[in-house]
């Protein structure tokens, strides 16, 4: 049976009393079972002064905890890799740097059908789904690590398995845009997406310290510790999240995306920022492992870490000076960083290494926030009343899309280390590439987006 949460009057407006203060509604709401809400409109002021905030932030403290969890399980590897040979397995750098890569390219690939699923099962529904899907992945790596025999082609199929966390991303950020207000949705967004991006620096910094064991190495614990959180995700998504009734996905907006030019253009922008970020928190840990052994492990959390708090920073300062030049800014501090990284390797300077990787991570996260601060002024440039609501529809796919294109930048990354130190012996070559990919990139930016002589003339994009 549903249950009202407000009654409006003639007008779709009341007033409800809660103690001895009298507060304005709005249309009204109801819970039907299986905590869907009917009515939400985040638009209609009273409502969402009244009550449609409270459930908002509700649900986006708990949409946030679960992403960080995909997340974490999504990197999981990327920590766990580095210490196989310490627990008897023999791999090729080649064969790490795979195990390192493909949850990436899973991820990738789940994003988009993630993003449907919010709008065809309900957010608070898959979303515990895709908490307890993460135990496939974290049980099934807690039994291989422990048999040294394990090969590397099942080794592989579980790492491919963590790419369900990378999924869980745009599902979060699909239900949450459905809950908040245009207005305030940017800042919803951004902390949902910097709460998750935490989940990498997180693994990274956890397991280290909960593998090492009285017993020596237990490299099963850092399967093991993710169960209960992802039974707690899916039971506080069960007990205190909600599905939206009005909340629907149009596949029309991918259709009416693919076919835009800026799309693809944005989407090859987001890998060399996002793609960066996720693949240098994936290869991090396993490049000092292999440059720097006498260094723990323990601190390869820091670069995840600062690049998933600059991120809300990138889209602060593209709010003020607009998107692209930030993100033309972002990279050539990414390129400098590396150009740094490639110097101190040379010399077998750790703290030059260290310090140079930290300020790549930096630069990464600012320029995700200011790329998905591009995406709505790039749509919204010449549009007219007539074309207002396509392009909006286009700006929402082109988010969806780019989001999963960048993420393969994730797999391009530790594949492109793997070939370096094959052919050459060292990364030093994949690192030259990758500081010309961020000039093309950077140039890609300045002539669409930011040249004066350029379809966007002197608007700030």
Known sequence: ?????????????????????????????????GRWIDGWNPEDTAQWRSVGKAIAARNLGLSIFAEFLGFAVWALWSIVVPRLPAAGFDLTVDQMFWLIAVPSLVGASLRI???????????????????????????ALAIAVQNPETSFGALLG????????????????????????????????????AGGNIGTAAVQLAVPLVVVGAAGLQLERAGLMFIPLAILAAFLAWRFMDNLSNAKADPRAYGVATRDKHTWIISFIYIGTFGSFIGFSGAFPTL?????????????????????VARPVGGILADRFGGSTVTIAAFAVMAAGTVGAIVALRAHHFLGFFLSFLLLFVATGAGNGSVYRMIPAVFRFGATDETRASRAKAAAGCIGIAGAVGAIGGFLVPRGFAVSTSLTGNIQAALWVIVGTYAVMALTTWAVYRRRGSAFGSTVI
């Open 1 to 33: 049976m549903a249950t009202p949460l407000a009654t409006p009057d003639a007008e779709a407006s009341t007033t409800t009393t809660t103690g001895a203060t009298p507060v304005a509604t709005g249309a009204p709401l109801t819970v039907r079972p």
């Open 113 to 139: 059908p993630y993003t449907f699923a919010v709008p065809l099962f309900g957010g608070r529904n898959w979303t515990i789904v895709s908490a307890l899907l993460l135990l496939v992945p974290t049980s």
């Open 158 to 193: 579980i790492a491919a398995l963590a790419g369900v966390g990378g999924g869980n991303f745009a599902s979060s950020m699909a239900n949450i845009s459905f809950f908040y207000p245009e207005a305030e949705k940017g800042r919803a967004l951004g902390l949902n997406a």
């Open 288 to 308: 000092l492992q292999a440059q720097f052994p006498e260094v723990t492990l323990s601190i390869a959390f820091a670069g995840a870490l600062v690049g998933s």
